[in-house]
């Protein structure tokens, strides 16, 4: 018995020492020039048949010490011999016990210097296009495809430095990919995903810029699939000053000059072949040289082909939320010959107009009124179609119903917003409040605070570099139609307003005046820069301009007048004027002056007569 176990310790040392000589020869074999350029070989005419382009390898590297490999140098041609794919470098260590199971398990894996041409001409099909017609044969029968290889495929951790991809005139860099699948769960992390691009606008030349940040896809093979993107960043830049250089009342928005800074969290709710299911939980948008700050945006995102939907969308922006319960996005289709096109069902929200100053107004910056809107919104490529709007305040002092449309989004010159306003209503206390949201002067406070409830109807709109306004105001002091325009290239606001009953002399402490029933033309000059030359000559507080009116009736004291004309030129620090009564023999001309319009009752007045019969005599006498 002694001797059988000596034999059999014996016989396994034999044994061992033979495996060791077969691993060490089987190391050396496989590190030999020889098997690794046959290895080489297999490789390249095996790739080569499979994809029918031609592939080269530099280098096969084995090393069953630490049973890892490595390849050098892959190029793979498209079908016109162009380089299409050139890799640097492939290293991957293996699970050697995972080999005898027929699966191929790799622990890391690591690739260097991806570099990708990819060409689509507009006439033909695209230089990859056979690699992707090769997958399709491939997956044709996929019960005769076990029967060429058993092996199964799985990553454990992989790293990939330098990914640079040309699509046309297109250039995408990514810096840094990592991969992990570690109980179940695949993790995808891509460092700074870049690309440049430009735009030809008609004054400038517009660079683009676009980076990533960091974004991170969480992939469970049971549960919530994750995608989170922080730092990600969007830059634009032009030769030329930003627009509101010089125009320091200007907004700061300017699409030539980005710099938005964003954060993005999305969970993958469902996955199809044609559709997805997203939930935007989390976003956060800000530019702070534009002034954008948007707080928080949420939504659940259908995307089905073309078609976009969003539900229970939130925007939100330091103070001023919007509330979107349902959203639909139909996307250009050049096969059905469709262009852009959306709706979006009641939008509610509470809105503070001083969120939207620094970049669109900065006349708001002080407007911390909140304000409750209600709107339903649609729009193509080319505009934009506002219904049902309702505007008002929590006191319901100020309530407005209107509906708006905003056309020829794509040329600036012609852009052109219209609103229909069918009723505004402002009671007592929220004139005066809203006015003092403006750091503007006031002028004519007491008249604006005397007209009391205000009604109005009508509509105006906003042009390139002009505004009109029209309609109805319906007051407490009478009821005024008017028409006016406010010229940006001219600087001047001119227009004209009518009134059958007009408590002239409530409004101006002129209490010998009663209604008036007249017509009025004016123009005022808005211009900054011609105002303050006059200014400095004559200092003053009225505006700078002249009225024309045609006063049908008024009272003064006990008489009734008709037919009147009367006619007012201010410059800035008196204004002059004069009424002419006319009569069938004599005209009475009173003419006034006054300084301030708060201090009308104040106005200088000298009366004075003129003579008709004098002039038709001297005229019969010339005529004989």
């Known amino acids: 018995m002694a001797m059988l176990r000596k034999g059999i310790r014996l016989t396994l040392k034999i044994l061992g020492a033979i495996i060791a000589i077969l691993v060490l020869a089987t190391l050396i074999i496989a590190n030999s020039n020889f098997v690794q350029n046959k290895l080489v070989s297999i490789a390249t005419n095996a790739l080569s048949r499979q994809l ?9 590297g084995l090393n069953l010490l630490n049973m890892s490999a490595s390849i050098e ?31 191929i398990r790799l622990r890391k894996c690591e690739v260097d210097s991806i570099n990708a041409q990819l060409i689509k001409p507009e006439d033909g099909p695209a230089n990859y296009q056979f690699l992707l017609d090769s997958s399709k044969k491939d997956n044709r029968h996929p ?44 993790s995808i992390t891509i460092h700074h995903a870049k690309t440049d691009w430009q735009k030809q606008t008609k004054k400038a030349l517009v660079r683009w810029h676009l980076d990533s940040g960091t974004l991170t896809a969480t992939i469970p093979e049971n549960g919530k699939k994750h995608v989170d993107i922080k730092g990600l960043e969007l830059k634009s830049d032009c030769d030329l000053p930003r627009r509101n250089f010089g125009k320091p009342r200007h907004g700061d928005f300017d699409d030539r000059h980005f710099n938005l800074l964003a954060d993005f969290g999305i969970d993958i709710l469902h996955t199809g072949k ?29 995307i089905s082909g073309k078609h976009i939907t969003l539900s229970n969308a939130v925007v939100q922006q330091v103070t001023t939320r919007l509330d979107i319960p349902k959203g639909h996005i139909y996307l250009p289709d050049k096969k059905k010959g469709t262009s852009l096109n959306y709706h979006a069902d009641t939008i509610k929200g509470r809105v503070m107009l001083k969120d939207i100053s620094q970049p669109f107004a900065k006349v708001l910056q002080k407007f911390s009124i909140p304000l409750n809107l209600s709107v339903n919104l649609s729009g193509t490529n080319e505009g934009m179609l506002f219904k049902d709007i309702h505007v008002n305040t929590d006191d319901n002092k100020l309530t407005i119903n209107a509906m708006g449309m905003l056309r020829n989004l794509r040329d600036a010159r012609k852009l052109a917003l219209h609103f229909e306003v069918y009723q505004m209503k402002a009671m007592p ?18 008249q604006v605070y005397a007209l009391g409830r205000i009604r109005y109807s009508g509509s105006f ?46 409004l101006f402490k002129l209490k010998n005046i ?22 400095r000559q004559k200092g003053g507080k009225l505006p700078i301009g002249h009225v024309d009116a045609d006063i049908r ?18 410059d800035g620090a008196v204004a002059d004027g004069d009424v002419t009564l006319k009569g069938s023999l004599t005209n009475l001309i009173v003419q006034f002056s006054f300084t301030n319009t708060e201090e009308m009752h104040k106005m200088k007045i000298k009366p004075k007569l003129n003579f008709k019969h004098n002039k038709d005599k001297k005229k019969k006498d010339k005529s004989k």
């Open 514 to 535: 009663s209604d008036i029933d007249c017509t009025a033309d004016f123009k005022i000059d808005i211009s900054k820069a011609r105002t303050a030359i006059m200014r």
């Open 52 to 60: 029918n382009t031609e592939i080269e390898i530099d280098h096969i």
């Open 274 to 302: 044609d559709s997805v299911q997203l939930r935007l939980t989390k976003g956060c948008v800000k530019d702070t040289i534009a002034g954008i700050d948007l707080t928080e945006l949420t939504s659940d995102i259908t």
């Open 429 to 446: 206390g929220i004139k005066d409040k809203i006015i003092n949201q403006f750091t503007v002067k006031k002028h004519m406070m007491y």
């Open 461 to 506: 709109d906003i042009l390139w570099k002009k505004q009109q306004f029209r309609g109805l105001l319906n007051t407490e002091k009478g009821d005024v139609n008017f028409n006016f325009e406010l010229d940006g290239n001219t600087k001047y606001l001119t227009g004209k307003v009518s009134t059958d009953s007009l408590s002239l002399g409530e």
């Open 553 to 570: 009736k008024v009272g003064y004291r006990t008489i009734h007048m008709k037919n009147i004309f009367a006619n007012i030129e201010s």
């Open 143 to 186: 019960k005769d495809s076990t029967k060429h290889s058993t092996f199964k495929f799985d990553l454990k951790d992989a790293e990939v430095k330098g990914i640079h991809v040309s699509y046309n005139d297109a250039i995408y860099e990514i810096s840094q990919a990592f991969y992990n699948h570690w109980r179940g769960a695949h």
């Open 73 to 103: 140098g892959i190029r793979l041609k498209d079908q016109q011999q162009r380089d299409l794919l050139k890799v640097k470098r492939i290293w991957g260590r293996l699970q050697p016990l995972a080999l005898l199971r027929k699966e």
